[in-house]
């Protein structure tokens, strides 16, 4: 009876870490995307202030992904090497720091470079992020890895709500901006507290994060998969050389699946749509819909609460109605995302207008959420999280696209045709799913 009571004892314990870590986890990738969504949700003021053109505005748009990429399989790598504290830490403060430099510049070259290197130190946030996925029970794991998945919609959320709403108080009271701004200073430069309120914001999460996350001895063995060694089994503890581990890897990347490609070109158009919405939504709707800066901040957020929805309901969809196949989610969810998206391009009222992005954050989401857990299903065990990282590092490349390679096409074409290239993405998502509509990750078998 004594050990009855402290197994539950130890067992409730275990549960208030759990939701300690994973509480804790959930506000940082939030701050995360806190700081990396600052210029787009300034965007407006950025470009009026500075008298920047869609093209400048599309470069900087695509540094950070091309930074973000850069950095993903070296952050993976240093993702099993160091303690998560560590790195969500110092992915804070490089950030933080990024944007304090932007709140003092108007030189877009440097603004450019700078969001460069914010891509980079971003970049080192959800490896130990994902990591702590480990920590949970096993039949909790997924529930957690929506939640931690969507916590990116709260930071994107309630960016442009935010920084809307501490811009406008701060130039309708005229405070006065406490920080030099080279080379020239601005007009106007009371916007740019909003930079300043973020900046507080990623270096008080940065020092939570390090003491929050610092964990014990026993759970760092659970995240690398360290074995103890025992009376009936030896641990090998023979380093293994440059050239095993050489082709190790090579092994590695033959087992591979080519149904991988498959999801690795649908987080690339997901992350083209998503970043084609998101660089751009708020300047469509203030110079095409005349809304004022603060109601389509708030039309914007609606797009992020579309999605904290969807990728929840995606995964029980996929759990549940589904019987644990993702192809359906990606399939059925790309078509209702190009009808949402067909339905905002010619939304005839601001209601329309409103149910139409929440619906279009609804439907992109649901997939993105997924994406990386399909293409961990498809692989081996053993280098489940290296697919994983391949099918993100994917995703990077279709944020990148919807910077910069999007803002020309934007100059060419026009309004009509960014809305043309997120109508292309959606039916494209939802047409590579056939191939994959029936995969359904097998658990492998006993003895």
Known sequence: EGIMRTDKKKSNNDGINTLVIGTVAILLYSTSYLLR???????????????LSDGTLGAISTSFALGYALCKIPAGIAGDIYPPHYLIAIALSLGSLCNLIVACTTDPTVIAAVWFMNGLAQGLAWPPIGK?????????????????????????????????????????????????????????????WGLLSSIIVGFASAILGYFALSLDEAAQDSLTHKQTPTKDHKVDSKPMGAVSKALHWISMWKQLPLDLLVVLFQNVLIYVYRDTFGNWALLYLTSQLDMHEEEAASVLSLFELGGLVGGLVAGRLSDKYFGGRRGPVFFYFGLF???????????????????????????????????????MEMAPPQIASFAGSTVSLGAQLGSAFGGFPVSHLKKLWGWDGLF????????????????????????????
């Open 37 to 51: 969504k600052t210029l787009t949700s300034s965007s407006v003021h950025l470009q009026q202030e500075l008298n």
């Open 132 to 192: 702590l996925v480990r920590l949970f029970p096993e039949q909790n794991r997924g529930f957690w890895w929506s939640l931690l998945s969507i916590s990116q919609n709260i930071g994107a959320a309630l960016t442009p709500v935010a920084l809307t709403m501490i811009a406008t108080f701060a130039i309708a009271n005229n405070v006065a901006y406490p920080l030099p701004i080279f080379p020239s200073a601005e007009a106007q430069p009371q916007w740019r």
């Open 337 to 375: 995302q190009a009808l949402a998206t067909l339905i905002l391009w010619h939304a005839p009222t601001a209601t329309i207008v409103y149910l139409s992005t929440f619906f279009c954050g609804f439907f992109m989401f649901g997939p993105q959420t997924l994406a990386g857990l399909f293409a």
């Open 420 to 447: 043309t290239i997120m109508l292309g993405c959606s039916v494209a998502t939802s047409l590579l799913a056939l191939p994959v509509y029936n995969f359904k990750s097998q658990k492998p078998k006993a003895g």
